[in-house]
């Protein structure tokens, strides 16, 4: 009876340890993304002061802990407690290693917040404050009231374009060019409804086809400039007044939204006012004056870019 008592006590002590050790759980051994700043003078600095129009560059590093990482983002802090989603990408990579390129805003304040998340959500962020340079004084622009160009199949109007001193070529002498010339224009049909189209040489580098199907010499080019076009204004037009009052480039820096910026603006329709940044950070508007719908036809539009 004693040795069955003792046995019993045993056995209910076991237990008790067995139900007083910690639950082995697996989300507490993963452990999220790291992700830092590059060092190096040539990248804004927390807490940096910039006029508006000028650069802020920022390098960012992060590499999974285990798990890929799987989505980067990049968002603006208002001081009024709104967000702007600058950036939101998707990818599946052990590591990250990005020098992103924008420019200071209007804005008084800005918290810049870059985050990683990984295949486990999970999830490191770091940020750094940039303010408004209050002595900012706004830009001046090139302005040229009417360009004609022609799209793809007609041979009287060329179909590139410098932006900074308004002058069109034809495909036979853009190679020659080639680095000034931050615009071209095709048409197409997409869905059976007229395009009439903005885009640029970095088009085809950026995993679409239409430039290099209809001017194959691109890819012939050393360089290629990639302009992003505005697309949110396709839902969201921008009155045509907003072209016309624009003296110097305060309008142009307000009106381009980063996250909207794509490859190429189809349905480029009469009386539409475009935004767009060239690959040099130039920021700039078109407004569209006749677009003609087929593709040896043309298309007249106006332009005011920053000098």
């Known amino acids: 009876m004693k040795n069955n008592r003792l046995q019993f006590i045993l056995k209910l002590l076991t237990i008790s340890v067995f139900f007083e050790l910690p639950a082995c759980n ?50 603006k802090l208002l001081v009024d407690g709104s967000c702007i989603t600058v ?19 209007m804005e008084e304040e800005a918290e810049w917040t870059f985050t990683v998340m990984d295949k486990n959500r999970l999830s490191s962020q ?11 004084q706004f830009g001046g622009i090139y302005y040229y009231p009417s360009i004609i160009m022609g799209y793809q199949s007609n041979t009287q109007f060329g179909h590139f374009l410098d932006p900074f001193t308004g002058k069109v070529y034809f495909e036979d002498s853009a190679a020659l060019f080639h680095t000034d010339l931050h615009i071209l224009v095709y048409f197409f049909e997409d869905n059976n409804l007229a395009s009439p189209t903005f885009s640029s040489a970095g088009e085809m580098d950026n995993y679409s086809t239409e430039a290099m199907t209809f001017y194959p ?41 980063e996250v909207w910026g794509k490859k190429k603006f189809k349905w480029a ?25 087929s593709d040896s036809g043309t298309i007249e539009f106006a332009v005011k870019i920053q000098q």
């Open 26 to 75: 697996k989300d507490d051994e993963k452990i999220p993304p790291a992700i830092s700043f590059k060092e190096g003078t040539e990248f804004t600095q927390d807490s940096a002061v910039v006029k508006v129009g000028n650069k802020l560059i920022f390098g960012i590093q992060a590499r999974g802990s285990g798990a890929n990482i799987t989505n980067f983002t990049i968002k």
């Open 269 to 293: 329709t009469n009386s539409r006012v475009i935004p767009f940044k060239t690959a040099n950070g130039k920021l700039g508007l078109v407004k569209v004056i006749n677009a003609e719908s």
């Open 126 to 136: 770091v940020s750094r404050t940039v303010y408004k340079d209050p002595d900012s």
């Open 217 to 257: 010499s691109i890819s012939d080019w050393q360089t290629r400039p990639f302009t992003l076009w505005d697309i949110s204004v396709e839902d969201d037009p921008i009155p045509a007044e907003v072209f016309d009052q624009a003296f110097n480039d305060s309008l142009l820096i307000v009106s381009f939204d």
């Open 87 to 105: 950036m939101d990408t998707g990818l599946n990579s052990e590591s990250l290693d990005v020098e992103k390129d924008y420019y200071q805003n």
